[in-house]
């Protein structure tokens, strides 16, 4: 008689399997993370082969294909041959840290419809002038990817498609290919037979992932996949998925809006600083190689409550415009609003303005805006957020000309900051004019263009002098 299906509760966060619910994960300790999901019992193979659960598709794999790596002292270990492809998309190759790492497995993640696919048939077109690669779609057909790829003059011979969601057809069809690069979108509508869960749950989305990874490692194929995004903006499938893959990138940005971002949050081969800017354009996914611009292009002068801020995103320089709006407020407690920079240190700056300088803050809303989608994480930029709010309560523009940056302690003190001279050439070579400093960061003058003044202060009280 066939044993029927029982159910289990699975960690979205870690995987753990229980029997029965629990509020928090025995495990983790995550609250609200336990997903019911169907469960097969072993197979007779698992129990023949003394194991207490079914074999995965990563074991699976290793049956019918011996271990092809042995082991080695590190010493012995030849790097022969080129370890990283250029994509031949820039903006791509920079976040990744000079290009996709022969092997790796790269998860792209991302809002529906932000450009993830769209993006990744531009790298296939470039990419595949050289290379071989295999594109597997399980939510396209094939003539749906053909008329993208029209659309977006993609025309490679190395390209092929494959539309399929069962892992084990995939893993014979890239037997057969041989392909350099394998891309997966998605992998939440990957399956594997011997999971009785559903396509997209906990541990379909492991199982999968595993097969793919363990694929990359054994025969030195570079993986990308795609991943959803849920409700809470988090990468959809368990949190071990994260940690499994070597590189996890975010495609940010809205859909209303023509610039993109990506952005990666782990990087075992390079830096997770550096940012890729994009325009969705009629023709796909154009490279912003100067962002400086693109941020600054529509920027009006003489107008209350904005002031530039020169930040480092990675090695790369950017001209970013801090917007502020101060008004009275119709409600009992202020309202604070930040986008773009951290809302505690938004809070914290308000309380220093109240404390250090008198302004009467608890009486206005306050809403903070940095212009085209860039998030600002480093502390560089509290003097310019400072000046737009000031700005703007008093009415005031700041001048056009003048680029703040600097970081502002609680007793209104300007504190040092880094890569000064990478700042200063960026505002320089974008026509500023004058570029306001902490009396710290005292730079040589050889290293400046002599029609830029620099402008050193201590305090917030300094800054004042700033307003017209």
């Known amino acids: 008689m066939a044993k029927i299906n029982q159910k ?93 790492v022969k092997g790796s497995v790269a998860l792209l993640s991302g809002e529906p419809g932000i450009g993830k696919s769209t993006l990744l048939l531009q790298i296939c077109d470039k990419f595949g002038r050289d290379f071989k690669i295999m594109y597997v779609s399980g939510e396209e057909s094939q003539s749906q990817i053909k008329l993208r790829a029209d659309r977006l003059n993609v025309n490679s011979e190395n390209l092929y498609v494959y539309t399929e969601t069962n892992i084990e057809k995939i893993h014979n069809a890239v037997d057969d290919i041989r392909p350099d690069l394998l891309i997966i979108d998605s992998v939440q509508t990957m399956y594997d037979n011997n999971s009785a869960s559903s396509p997209g749950s906990v541990s379909q989305v492991r199982e999968s992932a595993l097969s793919f990874m363990q694929k990359a490692k054994t025969e030195e194929i570079s993986v990308i996949l795609v991943g959803h995004v849920n409700k809470e903006g988090g990468i959809a499938g368990p949190k071990v998925l994260e940690h499994m893959v070597d590189a996890v990138l975010y495609f940010e940005g809205e859909r209303q809006q023509s610039y993109r971002i990506i952005r990666a949050v782990k990087n075992r081969y390079g830096s997770t600083n550096e940012i890729g800017v994009f325009m969705m354009t009629r023709d796909g996914l154009a490279e912003v190689a100067n962002p400086s611009e693109m941020l600054l292009s529509g920027r009006l002068l003489d107008v209350p409550g904005n002031c530039a801020v020169s930040v480092i995103e990675g090695t790369r320089p950017l001209i970013a415009e801090i917007q502020a709006l101060v008004t009275n407020t119709a409600f009992p407690s202020p309202r604070r609003m930040a986008n773009g920079v951290d809302y505690n240190r938004l809070c914290m700056l308000i309380a220093v303005l109240e404390k250090r300088l008198r302004l009467k803050l608890s009486l206005q809303d306050a809403y903070v805006n940095v212009v085209g989608g860039l998030k600002i994480e480093e502390p560089s930029c509290d003097l310019a957020v400072v000046l737009a709010i000031i700005s703007s309560y008093k009415d005031s523009p700041v001048n056009n000309d003048i680029v703040a940056m600097g970081e502002v302690g609680l007793s209104g003190e300007l504190r040092q900051i880094s890569n000064i001279d990478v700042r200063v050439s960026e505002a320089s070579r974008l026509g500023f004019k004058k570029i306001v400093l902490p009396h710290k960061n005292i730079i040589n003058p050889k290293n400046t263009d002599k029609s830029v003044e620099i402008i050193y202060v201590k305090s917030i009280f300094d800054a004042l002098d700033l307003l017209g």
Do not use: H
């Open 8 to 100: 289990v509760y699975v960690c979205s966060d870690c995987g753990e399997q229980t029997a029965k619910w629990f509020g928090r994960c025995p495990s983790c300790g995550s609250w609200n993370t336990m997903r019911e999901e169907d469960y097969s019992p072993p197979s007779v193979t698992a129990k023949a082969s003394g194991k207490s659960g079914k074999i995965n598709a990563a074991e699976r794999y290793q049956s019918k294909n011996p271990s092809k790596t042995s082991v080695l002292k590190l010493s012995d270990i030849n790097l022969s041959g080129e370890i990283r492809y250029k994509t031949g998309v820039n903006e791509f190759d920079r976040v990744l840290g000079g290009g996709i």
